[in-house]
T-cell receptor, first 113, second 112 residues
Framework: DSGVTQTPKHLITATGQRVTLRCSPR?????VYWYQQSLDQGLQFLIQ???????AKGNILERFSAQQFPDLHSELNLSSLELGDSALYFC????????????FGPGTRLTVT | SQQGEEDPQALSIQEGENATMNCSYK?????LQWYRQNSGRGLVHLIL?????REKHSGRLRVTLDTSKKSSSLLITASRAADTASYFC????????????FGSGTKLNVKP
């Protein structure tokens, strides 16, 4: 158990819908990362927050957005969902946004039908 | 494009044998990390090696880093069936260590 929690574990929704994925980092970790893992794209870095502020952006679509709240939990919002958005979405946390190891949550499996 | 790429894509060995996986990357880095992922589960951090280090050990794991060749290798000695998993290297880019890039992974199958 990494100490990072993600909810829900599974999510099935239809194209065009909007969903919110939630992540609680390990106690004491200020930095949160979001990743998308699909069969054809591998593990893609989406976005990083540190202490409530966006620190780095990766391959995140404009239909996706995220935020980190004062209590340090983070939410990833996915809208206008497409079949290709079906994937595992992982949240990870670390103490520092620099060169520290990341601790991954169990992931949310999103299926868009 | 991905910063790190693992080689081979898949590896099948017998229990007790050693497993070696390689990772190549394109730009300068601050550090390189190796992670393990059991099927459909979250990644687990194995080891981090900084750009000024050449070799690091952790239990049955040995990681080397050659910055001149922009490559790293992960050696798992005396493999066990429980080592069956996908292994990923992750790098940051030297000028922006906030972003981490994962390779496509090596699928290791250790047969009992």
């Amino acid at each position: 158990d990494s100490g990072v929690t993600q909810t829900p574990k599974h999510l099935i929704t239809a194209t065009g819908q909007r969903v919110t994925l939630r992540c609680s980092p390990r106690s004491g970790d200020l930095s949160v990362y979001w990743y998308q893992q699909s069969l054809d794209q591998g593990l893609q870095f989406l976005i990083q927050y540190y202490n409530g502020e966006e620190r780095a952006k990766g391959n995140i679509l404009e239909r996706f957005s995220a935020q980190q709240f004062p209590d340090l939990h983070s939410e990833l919002n996915l809208s206008s969902l497409e079949l290709g958005d079906s994937a595992l979405y992982f949240c990870a946390s670390s103490v520092d946004p620099g060169s520290y190891e990341q601790y991954f949550g169990p992931g949310t499996r999103l299926t868009v039908t | 494009s991905q910063q790190g790429e693992e080689d081979p894509q898949a590896l099948s060995i017998q229990e007790g044998e050693n497993a070696t996986m390689n990772c190549s990357y394109k730009t300068s880095i601050n550090n390189l990390q190796w992670y393990r992922q059991n099927s459909g589960r979250g990644l687990v951090h194995l080891i981090l090696i900084r750009s000024n280090e050449r070799e690091k050990h952790s239990g049955r794991l040995r990681v080397t880093l050659d910055t001149s060749k922009k490559s790293s290798s992960l050696l798992i000695t005396a493999s066990r069936a429980a080592d069956t998993a996908s292994y990923f290297c992750a790098t940051d880019r030297g000028y922006n260590f906030n972003k981490f890039y994962f390779g496509s992974g090596t699928k290791l199958n250790v047969k009992p």
